[in-house]
């Protein structure tokens, strides 16, 4: 998958958490990614479990029933400058709304590089203010199958992987 700019909004203002996902679902169908019905696969998911990564990142996706819905495996970016309140734990509100769409389990990747993202509090703030939508592509472009997202093995050829549960059937892999 790529990240290109026409999935790319940026300066939007959503009244609300609602509005957000169904702007950044709108994304992924205008650009052919999806149908229009995935967004009610976005909220059920959001309905079982909160989306809000942290650091100013949620990350809004289907579930493992809308899957059909996916037309290719792509990502959205709606860039909120001003925060839209995710209604999260913390009460921190989000500034990137990735909206992720994935058949199988091709959303390890995205979730790897976003956790890189969000560990990174002076990257994740110059994405939420940027004016650029290349600045948001450049960081996010190992997302859409970049060097990185790829597995890296030490000299020795063995792994170590860290795998979390997510009790809304997202796997963290660290």
Known sequence: MQLTTS????GATPRDKNEAIRQV???LAENGKVAPEYVEGMFAR???ENTYLGNGVAIPH????SRHLIKETAIAVL???GGID???DEGEPAYLIVGIAASDNEHLAVLKRLSTVVGDEEVAEKLAKTTDAEDIR???SDVAGGESAAPQTAATGKY???ITSCPTGVAHTY
């Open 160 to 162: 170590v992987i860290g």
């Open 86 to 88: 995710w209604e999260d």
């Open 7 to 10: 999935l790319i909004r940026l």
């Open 79 to 81: 860039q909120v400058p």
């Open 46 to 48: 959001e309905a079982q």
């Open 62 to 65: 289907g579930t493992p029933q």
């Open 25 to 27: 679902a709108a994304l």
């Open 138 to 140: 450049r960081a996010l």
